[in-house]
């Protein structure tokens, strides 16, 4: 197979090619640098929700939502910290995942983590009563 020289090519084509070359240039340069900007977390999806979309297996779509949830503060290259999360979804997440896999312990441990990483008392007690072992007595009872 030949290969022809670019001089073969016309003129026009080459102007059309270098035209669009500097459009590109230009308007990659003229637009905003992109911004990673935090989500918040969305609600848990319900319960049967859940179980229609575990497809038989709980067990494994609750290990999958920790996988997720566990990976929520890293989001399009911006750190989210979680004391900054909202702890009410956070709780209902936790829950939700238990709900799924009651034997699983890693919701337990997230929790616990999370109460020992956030110095903020008002959110570290709603996390220590998610927990059935820093439950007080009656409540675990009942």
């Known amino acids: 197979m030949s290969q022809r020289s670019i001089a073969a090519v016309p003129r026009g084509v080459l102007a059309l090619l270098a035209l669009g070359?500097?459009?590109?240039?230009?308007?990659?340069?003229a637009a905003p640098p992109p911004r990673a900007a935090a989500e918040d977390l969305p609600p848990a999806p319900s319960t049967a929700a859940l179980r229609l979309a575990s497809f038989g297996d709980?067990?494994?779509l609750g290990k999958a939502l920790m996988?997720?949830?566990?990976a929520f503060d890293y989001q399009s290259g911006s750190k989210?910290?979680?004391r900054d999360l909202?702890?009410?979804r956070l709780e209902a997440?936790?829950?939700r995942i238990l709900e799924l896999d009651p034997r699983g312990q890693y919701p337990l441990l997230a929790a616990s983590r999370l109460y020992a990483e956030v110095p903020v008392e008002?959110?570290?007690?709603?996390?220590?009563?998610a927990c059935p072992c820093h439950r007080p007595r009656q409540?675990?009872?009942a």
């Open 21 to 29: 070359l500097a459009a590109q240039i230009g308007v990659k340069a």
């Open 139 to 141: 409540a675990q009872a």
């Open 93 to 95: 997440w936790l829950a």
């Open 67 to 70: 996988l997720y949830l566990q």
């Open 58 to 60: 709980p067990v494994a």
């Open 122 to 129: 008002a959110k570290q007690r709603p996390l220590a009563l």
């Open 80 to 82: 989210v910290p979680y």
């Open 86 to 88: 909202d702890y009410g």
